[in-house]
């Protein structure tokens, strides 16, 4: 095991790539909309509701790049996993430590969390958001991913494996 930290930065070049497709998308949709509106004589109301759907969908994938693009803000560390614990600086400040993990599991292309039930949290509303959001769904616990990073999350998974071997047992 190595004592440097494994550290995942956010990727400029993943974010400008969905970013980009995303959109494409926009713009594909609105074009079909447009060729599908000067074509029909938008005279009853099922006309109007397709172009309508058309621009909702185009509105939503201009939404959606808007969210992503706000991660090329992002400066420094995304996730970062030492002897200590794990640190999420978009979910929460400081360390989660080993100890507040009760165990771990590779699931869907993502890392699950079980946390320590009355275990000491760090601060962060996005952490608070998530757990709130996961007890809702019954689900119990903190998802991790590196979907816009520079690493891959099999080597997150072996980060943590190499740091604590009995979240995994």
Partial sequence: MSDAPF?????????WGQMALML?????VIAVTIMIGLSMNPSSIGD???????????????????WVGRALRLQGEMVAVDADGIRMATCYIGTL?????ARAEMLN???????VEGAPLPPGKQ???ILRSNRAMKRPD???????ADRRTDE???AVRSRAPQLFA
């Fill in 7 to 15: 550290v995942a930065r956010v990727s400029r070049a993943k974010v």
């Fill in 24 to 28: 494409a998308c926009a713009l594909l």
């Fill in 48 to 66: 109007w509701g397709v172009l309508l759907f058309g621009v909702g969908c185009a509105a939503l994938l201009a939404y959606a790049s808007f």
């Fill in 97 to 101: 430590p080993w100890s507040a993990i």
């Fill in 109 to 115: 292309g993502r890392l699950n969390l079980w946390l």
């Fill in 127 to 129: 952490l608070a958001h």
């Fill in 142 to 148: 903190l998802p991790v991913t590196l979907w816009l």
């Fill in 156 to 158: 997150l998974v072996e």
